[in-house]
């Protein structure tokens, strides 16, 4: 959520803002907007005056009373004082609530370094390793896996209806391996606390990091609407929520938190797109990363975060590349995202495996999430951040169309083979 005073103070900085994102609406947005903060801080007078008015009136019919003379017009004057009163206060709550409504709606504004445009202009600043060619045809991951009997994707589709995959033998021991090591990196050497949330979440968590109303109202939520509860799409929502509404001590600072948990995606709007597979499904493991950071540091904190889901490829020893998304591609709640693409031969395609981004203070300000710089000083928001470190689906992918051996079978990455008990799955 944006701060509205400086929208106030500097309109043509947030028209621009919503430019760059490529909002079509961006003056309309913010005629509307300035608008209703008008009508808002003039209903505030307007109610403060009255108020003290009915208070003046209300001392003058007393002392009326205790000279016994006649106060019949003054109590006629505060009855009609109360009615305005209640009606400027019924009109500056439907005020309120739009102003809220549409602020909800306004994504985070983009940093400066960030392209303009959409997807067609996200740039690669950097890559690692080569490409694999293989010295045969490369077969894609689900003719690999259903060879190998451990993609059970018609089991899955049975289950759940399609984009549920279902894996089996070394295939769930391959997630359950990637999974503690991604945990055991990140925790031993790249200094976060493990965390397990909640798999499910309050509309108040979906909005405190932005996921409401957009993600929800786009479709791609699953709702249980009995329980005023969501399936989270990823753990950034919970992980960052646990300090909702909290003043945190500046010492605490940096708080990094990484965890497992399953992702639930409708991808309402992706319907098409890529559904062979494992290369777009509507349940998924991932290991996200989140880190509370101060502003001034938070920048800097990007870059770091950013390393760390690209250590996890390195070590995987796959060749993959780093995309700075352009402003019309940016999520809703970054100001700045670096996306992970790797390698996969056997479907052709560099796979997103990671997203990460910085939310400024766009996420803190939705949640209430604030530090205290020194004892006794005025709290100020915190930065969150958030990156895959790794999503698992485009992992598996990447490593089983990677290492795939022309006999069918497929060699364990060198990282992995402590934690799977075996260099080849046959």
């Known amino acids: 959520m944006l701060d509205l005073r400086q929208i106030r103070q500097d309109p043509d900085a947030f028209r621009a803002a919503l430019a760059r994102r490529g909002r079509a609406d961006a003056e309309e947005v913010a005629a509307r907007l300035l608008e209703l903060d008008a009508e808002r801080r003039a209903l505030i007078a307007e109610g403060d005056e009255l108020k003290a008015r009915r208070n003046a009136v209300t001392q003058q019919v007393a002392e009326r009373k205790r000279a016994k003379e006649d106060a019949t017009a003054l109590i006629e004057e505060m009855r009609g004082v109360g009615e305005r009163i209640k009606e400027a206060d019924a009109r500056l709550r439907e005020v309120e609530a739009a102003v809220d409504d549409l602020l909800l709606r306004i994504p985070n504004p983009v940093h400066p370094s960030v392209p303009e445009g959409g997807e067609e202009n996200n740039v690669v600043v950097r890559s690692w390793g080569e490409p694999r060619t293989l010295p045969f045809e490369a077969r894609p991951h689900w003719e690999i896996g259903a060879q190998l009997g451990i993609l059970d994707l018609p089991g899955g589709a049975k289950v759940a209806g399609s984009g549920f995959p279902a894996y089996r033998g070394w295939g769930a021991r391959l997630q359950r391996a990637l999974i503690n090591f991604f945990l055991d990196l990140h925790t031993r050497e790249h200094g976060y606390t493990e965390a397990e949330p909640p798999y499910l979440v309050t509309r108040a968590s979906m909005q405190g990091t932005g996921q409401y109303p957009k993600f929800v109202e786009d479709g791609d939520a699953y709702e249980l609407p ?6 989270i799409p990823t753990s950034e929502v919970p992980l960052v929520n646990l300090h909702r509404d909290e003043i945190l001590e500046a010492e605490r600072l940096p708080i990094a938190l990484t965890a497992f948990s399953p992702c639930f995606r409708r991808e309402a709007g992706a319907a098409g797109k890529d559904t062979r597979g494992l290369l777009r499904v509507h349940q998924f493991a991932k290991v996200e990363m989140v880190r509370f950071e101060r502003a001034e540091e938070s920048w800097e904190a990007l870059e770091r975060i950013t390393g760390h889901a690209e250590e996890v490829l390195q070590r995987l020893g ?24 790797v390698w996969a031969p056997g479907v052709g395609k560099w796979l997103e495996v990671s997203s990460a981004s910085n939310c400024t203070d766009f996420q803190a300000r939705r949640a209430g999430i604030r530090y205290r710089p020194e004892p006794g000083a005025r709290p100020e928001l915190v930065h969150t951040l958030n990156a895959s470190g790794l999503a698992l689906p485009r992992t598996v992918v990447a490593i089983l169309e990677n290492y795939q051996q022309e006999d069918g079978s497929v060699t364990v990455p060198e990282a992995l083979r402590p934690y799977l008990g075996t260099d080849r799955i046959a």
Request: aromatic share 14%; net charge negative.
């Open 318 to 341: 796959l060749a993959y590349r780093v995309l700075l998304l352009a402003a019309g591609d940016t999520g809703f709640s970054a100001a700045k995202t670096y996306d992970l693409e």
């Open 226 to 231: 009995e329980d005023g509860l969501y399936l």
